[in-house]
């Protein structure tokens, strides 16, 4: 009776530890190797046991199935490296032909002036004319300077423009200074500046750069009336909270002629320009800033008839916010 009891017992031992030698351990492996894999170790392996058991067959196929996990992860990762270094190329080819375009007009615009002085500068030299004479030709050149010096600064402005420093501002307030610092030339060409406004308007901005593109959409409004006889009104229109609050729309109209037949399509490219005297940067360099602000800055072609409309769309300061949390 009692050798059979131990008989029984040992049998039981033995069939405890041959389960647990070839069931238990191996299934504690093949969890462990999932666990792994899905931490993302794919050059994790199970110990692989020679015998011909299902579970050894299973661990075989598990190494097998993270072997090509980790060679497909390989790939993806290969490929996206490329991807990425071919958007780069790509950028940096988009960059060097605008640098090319640049370069090209620049020497384009800064040859006419170049011309002048070099020919009245020649002129002084080889005649030696008396005072008036000599000085009309100095000032001529003096002038031409001040025009290179021009272009070369708004090109500055252009080529390095700084990051916008955002901050949550009432667009209507940049808009008082602008017009105050504008006040006389406004004055001075007889314009009448209506606002229309929901205040305060809050959005996303760097006060100083959209301070310049004010600046320059007013100016250009200004010096497109000074060819109109008749009334010259300046309207501004800020509408805060557009297209479900998200956005801030500020219109700036004037009573002008209306934009150029020739330049409609690329009054926005550097040195477009039909002023004698203009550089043609000021739509470029405005454009350029409200971009850098995540918005939009657009002449409306349907709207020219009885003048110019230009229409600056930013994102509104609250939900900017409240997306960032
Ligand atoms: N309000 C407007 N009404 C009519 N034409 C405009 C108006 N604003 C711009 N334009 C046209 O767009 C052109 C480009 O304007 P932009 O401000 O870029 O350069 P510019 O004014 O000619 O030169 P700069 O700004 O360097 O003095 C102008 O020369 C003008 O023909
Ligand atoms: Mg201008």
């Not at 504008?182 to 314009?191: K, Y």
Request: hydrophobic share 40%; aromatic share 4%.
């Amino acid at each position: 009776m009692l050798n059979t009891l131990t008989l029984l017992v040992t049998l039981t031992l033995m069939t405890l530890w041959l389960v647990r030698r070839t069931i238990a351990q191996p299934l504690s492996r093949l969890v462990t190797g999932v666990r792994a894999l899905g931490r993302g170790e794919l050059a994790y392996r199970i110990v692989e046991d020679p015998s011909e058991t299902e579970l050894a067959e299973l661990a075989r196929e598990f190494n097998s199935m993270a072997s090509s996990l980790e060679a497909t992860g390989a790939r993806l990762m290969r490929e996206g490296e490329e991807r990425l270094e071919l958007e780069r190329r790509l950028r940096e080819s988009e960059k060097m032909a605008a640098i090319g375009k640049l370069a090209a007009g620049v020497a384009h615009e800064i040859a006419a002036p170049l011309n002048v002085i070099s020919g009245r500068a020649e002129m002084v030299l080889k005649r030696q004319p008396e005072p008036p004479e000599r000085d009309r030709n100095l000032r001529i050149i003096v002038e031409q300077i001040g025009r290179i010096t021009t272009i070369v600064k708004n090109l500055l402005d252009f080529a390095r423009r700084r990051q916008p420093d955002l901050h949550r501002i009432d667009v209507c307030a940049v808009l008082d200074g602008v017009i105050e610092f504008l006040d006389t030339e406004l004055e001075r060409a007889g314009v009448t500046l209506t606002r229309d406004e929901r205040r305060p308007a809050w959005v996303r901005g760097d006060p100083d750069l959209l301070h310049q593109v004010f600046a320059n959409l007013i100016l250009n409004a200004v010096q497109a009336m000074e060819a109109v006889d008749g009334e010259r009104r300046l309207a501004v229109r800020v509408r805060p909270g557009d297209s479900g609050g998200e956005w801030t729309t500020i219109e700036v109209r004037d009573t002008g002629p209306g934009i150029p037949e020739s330049v409609r399509g690329h009054l926005f490219d550097p040195f477009v320009t039909t002023k004698p005297n203009g550089t043609g940067l000021g739509l470029a360099v405005a454009r350029g800033i409200v971009e850098e602000h995540a918005g939009r800055l657009e002449a409306s072609p349907a709207e020219t008839a009885h003048g110019s409309v230009f229409r600056l769309v930013l994102p509104a300061a609250d939900v900017t916010e409240a997306a960032r949390g």
